[in-house]
């Protein structure tokens, strides 16, 4: 068994900020500079060892290295082992996969997306996570790189591209949605402008996003089949991030380090986490328009995203948007009001 501790996350759930974090109050590092990029994510850090390709970890375990920290995520036992849907047959394997990770390391975390977080990690999976950064090459050099691991053509389309163009790719990829693309008299992706991508995402791409987690059930389930595991909600960095941390680093049996800078480190990596109250601001938005409350949410800076979940939202609470042409969402609920239908 390696002396390795093994950080495993959703991708977008900061696992290398933990990395970094374990590292630098450990004392291990020189600098108290965060290595936070443009976007706000650690992928800088270069003394991190992200394993995400299969068969990296494979190859890793069965090797002679031995490094104190791997970064995995739940894709990285093979090429098939994490699709969008956590549906039962995915449990199943990633039960399988623990259980390889535990039987050869001592230590695992496992970073998990939430019901209050999933629009948080999945913004910042859209809009955080370039090839350039986590892979550290050009773009033309990381896909050379992809493919000579063997990656699929499509999962390295989907990690060249970003922002809106990387959910255009997934809702193009999804089986059977250009039938869907017939409803507003399109035959390719391209063709859409923002309100009917909008109206279209909001129908068929929505559920993808909410299929990002794991249910309260199946955590349940995994803690109590993998008690040595320790779990960790991402929503505890926003809701309580110092005793988190804290319990990362004594649960890696860490000796503390540099705490005084606690707080300060805090500050400096939530001034850059533009979308950590997404799933709490999107449901202050949804409760002031079905109540008609007046709500100013300009400050919150939404993402398409975001917009594709509030008209979704809307529609299950039988409040439909006049989209028509509406390409830029009003943002309160006075100019809103004008173009809403409520049954």
């Not at 033309?140 to 053509?153: G, H, K, M, T």
């Not at 975001?306 to 609920?333: A, G, H, V």
């Amino acid at each position: 068994m390696k002396n390795t501790n093994i950080i495993l996350y959703t991708p977008g759930a900061y696992g290398h900020f933990i990395n970094w974090c374990c590292e630098y109050f450990s004392g291990a590092l020189d600098s108290d500079v965060i290595p936070l990029n443009d976007l706000g994510n650690c992928h800088a850090f270069k003394k991190a060892k992200l394993l995400t390709i299969h068969p990296q970890f494979k190859n890793y375990t069965e090797s002679a290295e031995e490094v104190r920290f791997v970064q995995i995520h739940e894709n990285s036992f093979s090429h098939n082992s994490c699709n969008f849907a956590k549906s039962e047959e995915f449990l199943k394997d990633f039960s399988n996969n623990l259980n390889y990770a535990i039987t050869n390391y001592p230590k695992l975390i496992y970073l998990f997306t939430t019901e209050s977080s999933k629009f948080w990690i999945a913004n910042n999976q859209i809009f955080k996570i370039r090839i350039e950064d986590w892979v550290g090459l050009n773009t033309n050099a990381a896909i050379d790189f992809l493919r000579s691991c063997n990656v699929p053509e499509e999962q390295i389309t989907n990690c060249t591209l970003y922002g809106i163009d990387r959910i255009k790719y997934q809702i193009n990829t999804e089986p059977g949605m250009i039938n869907n693309f017939l409803q507003w008299d399109h035959s390719s992706i391209c063709e859409f402008e923002l309100w009917e991508l909008r109206e279209l995402a909001s129908k068929y791409y929505y559920d993808t996003i909410k299929s990002l987690i794991l249910t309260k059930d199946d955590i349940a389930i995994l803690k109590n089949k993998f008690p040595s595991i320790y779990f960790v909600e991402v929503d505890n960095l926003r809701e309580n991030f110092i005793d988190t941390i804290k319990s990362i680093l004594k649960y890696f049996d860490i000796s503390i380090s540099n705490w005084g800078n606690i707080q300060n480190i805090y500050n400096i990596w939530l001034s850059k986490q533009i979308h950590i109250n997404k799933d709490k601001q999107i449901d202050l938005i949804i409760d002031a328009i079905t109540n008609s409350h007046y709500l100013n949410w300009q400050e919150y800076k939404l993402t398409f995203l975001d917009e594709m979940c509030i008209q979704r939202r809307l529609s299950d609470n039988n409040i439909e948007i006049k989209c028509w042409n509406l390409n830029e969402l009003p943002t309160n609920t006075n100019d809103l009001e004008q173009y809403l239908i409520r049954k």
